[in-house]
């Protein structure tokens, strides 16, 4: 239909704009009203839950009204009867009244006036209605709904990525300007092992450099490394020398040295290796090393503890700080929080260490505590730490992470290494984790790993009562001597004494079985603080029983038979065991001690006290049958100090240690810093300090390690002493937390739940094969190829993929959420139904997993937004169960006769509008 009009004074041709009209608009009939909803066939009308009346409130008033509730589901609230008997109706309002209440606490805890120490609370309340609403809405009864309290998808992929061995290894840079210009820092006369290792036989070849003619760059040094290669011609399974086709002797090894050039152009050592070939670096020359594990804490700002390795050089006899690297897990939920605010963030977790050791290849290991994960290392413990082990190149490369994979939070106490480079830490938790675990409650632990970090086996103390891990140390056997305390008995042979008892153990270093055991004390307290091999292969235990420091020598072969027992003097009840090592038959044993007088009973002070805590290195000569005090070395100053580690080198001691004063000569940096101190092991005298720190942060130093092989050519070549392969076992066990036994469960179309439970040495196409297993009629399918799992559900199947127990979850292990996954026909509705009941429902997801709680405020804000959106989807989920007016009204069929007048109307119109667009009104100037 057109409109028409004349120009001013109606003289000048009038110009018209022709509008087309939609005809069938005049078949639109008046919305029915809610009465003649009622009267319809599409049932009673349904009130919005949303819609009813609700009375005013303020938020405090709110939040009293849901803060003590049980149960945040109620079949039976107010307004549910209104939305009609529908299953449908019914569970949609029910989630929507839930998630309103989970909507208050989260709006709650976001608030400015709400303080910080009010959200752990809120959030323990928080996720135990949101794991219980989450649950409702994954098994509520409906019709033409389809709800998932996850989100919409017909597969899921692990997270993780299964690691395959690395074949190449990329140094340091070590030259920027031309590949043909000389290495900086390389004199000539450097020399350095090339030790390669195929099918277990092992060649040394000796890389001088004084054999390069010419300037030594990186193209000659690959080139010379190659012809040693090369050189060494391989055999026959008879011994007899190999040729190529050509008549040439054919190279025994295949791995290579090469040039690796960056996109800046700044050039590095490449090592290529295969799986048959382990190549190792050793020096001919290298100074010695300390490495120092320390944590930090900054007093401004919100950075989480972070630890810290430091790393000393003996450089001419000095001390030389060179270099630092922090480590700390990544917060997985806030890194998700923060993707989310589009900030590409990691953001860390709270990381600190305990202690750390090097072991015979040059490689660091660190032992800590993290509340985040590290890489396919998943911590489940939800806001407490789990233990973690790291091992690192002389480099500072990062090797490997292992979290224990506790439920509950595990403590890190102490960590050792024995003669086959295989690693063992110590420490304790509420989960059962070893095979010989069977008792709850806090145990210690001991857990074996190989130089690859796979876990050879894990023992637990497995006691009634409360039992602690102190220190740990290895024996000529690779035995592995355990020292702490027990407040219970271990067994019918070692009853408790009462009180604390000083616990002293042997496992079996090749199964994880225990060997001997004995419980030490009466009815006050004691505790294996620290211990050590003696020189005589007998074992040594340091004890703080009642404020008085007890050294006792326990026969190895018979942990009852105790050949001495010396009470070595008051250290206080403050007072603090840190550490004892042995050199032949010096026993050298630290602690800190607010007594200037104690000398170990007759020591001579080699360095006196400064007054105040400080820490103390005590040398005794083991006499076979006692101990004898040597001398007594006082480390402080009139502030407050502590040792906390003590490591042996050459013929000095090294002690680490915090201090709140200056022990070097306008030295001290933040408020607690870190110290190294060397002292003479003859005489006592402390030859040097050096203090270490960071403005406005507490750094405590909490484990020192001494290794002979230090800085030497292969630093400034830009390459890590030791292994260079980054061979790895390419199971799930050795690759995330996960341990034969776990399980998670998977429910086809509603049915029983069936377990897929993980066996040693399973990889992903093993735990593909038991998932294909569970369904004879591909309703489910599952593949482990492209190092990941993918679990799809087909055609119009529902596939229910539940969590295992909080101890055996594979599932989270593996970083996979629980969820519903619908085949593609169900989850588009792609059945072939077209009446408009069949268009009614429809597929739902509430998108509840992920980065959800009130653990700190910007969390809250997040879940605040998720659970509004949440909120959302109910109300869309409730609105598709009804028809839309409009649509029953275009889509129904007319009824009864056109008026005449309207009939006539509509017949000039058209006429009108034919005339208009065929041109036959005479004139000019119209614009169509």
């Known amino acids: 239909m057109a409109f028409f009009g004349l120009g001013t004074g109606g003289a000048s041709p009038f110009q018209s704009q022709i509008t087309a009209i939609d005809l069938s608009v005049l078949r639109f009939r008046p919305p029915l009203d809610v009465a003649q909803l009622q009267n319809s066939n599409r049932g009673p009308a349904v009130i919005p839950p949303w819609q009813i009346p609700q009375a005013s409130q303020t938020l405090v008033s709110q939040f009293n009204d849901v803060r003590n509730l049980r149960s945040f589901i109620d079949e039976n609230a107010p307004g549910v009867e209104s939305v009609g008997v529908g299953p449908d109706q019914r569970a949609t309002f029910v989630a929507f009244d839930a998630l309103t209440k989970l909507e208050t606490l989260a709006r709650f805890a976001a608030e400015n006036s709400t303080p910080a120490s009010s959200l752990s609370r809120l959030d323990a309340q928080f996720q135990q209605n949101l794991a219980e609403i989450s649950a409702y809405i994954a098994s509520a009864e409906t019709d033409k709904l389809t709800l998932l309290s996850g989100a919409r998808a017909s597969s899921l992929t692990s997270p993780f990525e299964m690691k395959s061995n690395s074949e190449s290894f990329i140094g340091r840079t070590i030259a920027t300007e031309g590949r043909d210009q000389p290495i900086p820092g390389i004199v000539g006369d ?29 193209d000659s040094l690959v080139s010379f490394i190659n012809e040693q290669i090369t050189s060494v011609q391989g055999t026959d399974q008879n011994g007899d020398p190999i040729f190529t086709a050509s008549g040439d002797p054919a190279p025994k090894f295949t791995s290579r040295f090469a040039v690796s050039t960056d996109a800046n152009f700044d050039h590095s050592l490449r090592i ?126 990062v090797v490997f992470s292992r979290l224990l994979g506790s439920s509950t939070g595990a403590e890190a106490f102490s960590l050792a290494i024995d003669s086959q480079n295989n690693v063992v830490i110590a420490g304790s938790t509420a989960d059962n984790i070893g095979e010989n675990a069977v008792i709850s409650g806090v145990d210690s632990f001991v857990t074996k790993f190989s130089s690859r970090g796979d876990e050879l086996f894990t023992f637990q103390v497995n006691s009634a009562s409360e039992d602690r891990v102190q220190a740990i140390t290895i024996d000529q056997d690779d035995n592995i001597i355990v020292s702490g305390f027990s ?81 070595l003097g008051a250290i206080d009840r403050s007072g603090e065991i840190s550490g004892l090592k042995v050199s032949g038959n010096d026993i050298f044993l630290v602690g800190s001690t607010d007594n200037g007088n104690f000398t170990g009973t007759a020591a001579t002070v080699a360095n006196a006290s400064s007054g105040g805590r400080e820490g103390f290195v005590l040398k005794l000569a083991d006499q076979g049958a006692s101990a004898t005090a040597d001398f007594i070395s006082f480390v402080g100053t009139v502030a407050f100090d502590e040792i906390n580690d003590v490591a042996l080198g050459g013929s000095e001691v090294f002690v680490t240690g915090t201090t709140r004063g200056d022990l070097e000569a306008n030295g001290r940096v933040g408020p607690r810093d870190g110290f190294v101190a060397r002292i003479d092991m003859a005489s006592g005298a402390i030859s040097e300090v050096q203090q270490f720190g960071e403005m406005l942060t507490n750094v405590d ?39 034969a036994g776990d399980f998670f469960e998977i429910s086809i179309n509603g049915g029983r739940r069936q377990r897929v439970t993980l066996s040693e040495g399973d990889n992903l196409l093993d735990l593909a094969r038991k ?50 996954l619908l085949g593609t026909t169900a989850l588009f509705n792609l059945d072939d139904e077209t009446s408009a009941d069949a268009r009614l429902g429809g597929v739902f997801a509430f998108n509840l997993g992920g980065a959800l709680g009130l653990s700190n405020k910007q969390q809250a804000a997040f879940t605040l937004t998720r659970i509004q959106e949440s909120i959302e989807t ?54 169509i």
Not at 348 to 370: C, Q
Not at 783 to 805: C, H, M, P, W, Y
Not at 897 to 924: E, F, M
């Open 272 to 397: 290529n290796t295969t799986l048959f070939e382990e190549v190792r670096l050793i020096p001919a020359v290298a100074e010695p090393s300390l490495f120092i594990a320390s944590n930090k804490s900054a007093l401004i700002g919100d950075d989480v503890v972070r630890t810290g390795i430091t790393r000393f050089d003996q450089s001419d006899g000095t001390l030389v700080q060179k270099s630092t690297a922090d480590m700390a897990g990544v917060d997985r939920l806030a890194t998700e929080i923060a993707s989310a605010e589009d900030d590409g963030a990691t953001v860390a977790a709270s990381t600190s260490s305990t202690a750390v050791a090097v072991d015979g290849d040059g490689f660091i290991y660190t032992l800590g505590s993290s509340t985040g994960d590290f890489g396919n290392q998943r911590n489940l413990a939800g806001a407490a730490s789990d233990v973690v082990l790291t091992k690192m190149d002389s480099l500072g490369n």
């Open 701 to 739: 130093a909490s484990g020192i390690a001494f290794v002979n092989n230090g800085p030497s050519v292969l630093d400034r070549l830009g390459l890590p002493m030791g292994m260079v392969d980054r061979f790895v076992t390419r199971t799930i066990e050795d690759q995330t937390t996960a341990r």
């Open 771 to 820: 998932i294909n297993r569970l369904s004879f009629r591909d309703e489910v399918q599952a593949e482990g190829s492209n190092n990941k799992l993918l679990i799809r559900a087909t055609g119009s199947n529902q596939v229910d993929v539940f969590a295992g127990s909080a101890e055996r979850d594979l599932l989270g292990k593996m970083g996979i959420e629980p969820q519903r």
């Open 874 to 927: 109910a109300k869309r989920a409730f609105r598709s169960l009804s028809p839309s007016p409009l649509d029953d009204l275009l889509n129904r069929p007319g009824g009864g006769t056109v008026p005449t007048r309207l009939q006539n109307q509509i017949g000039n119109y058209s006429a009108a509008l034919q005339r208009l667009q065929g041109g036959g009104i005479g004139g000019t100037g119209f614009t």
């Open 190 to 218: 450097e020399v350095f092992t090339l030790a390669i290792t195929r099918l277990g036989e092992r060649t040394d070849l000796t890389i001088d450099l004084a054999q390069i003619d010419g300037p030594i760059t990186v």
């Open 487 to 567: 407040r219970g008995a271990l067994d019918v042979n070692n009853p408790s004494a009462g009180g604390r008892d000083a616990m002293l153990l042997k496992i079996d270093g090749s199964s994880g079985q225990r060997l001997d055991a004995t419980l030490i004390g009466d009815q006050n307290d004691q505790q294996g603080n620290a211990v050590a091999i003696a020189g005589d292969g007998n074992i040594l235990l340091a004890s703080n029983e009642g404020g008085r420091v007890i050294l006792r020598k326990v026969d190895a072969n018979d942990f009852s038979s105790v050949l001495f027992e010396q009470d």
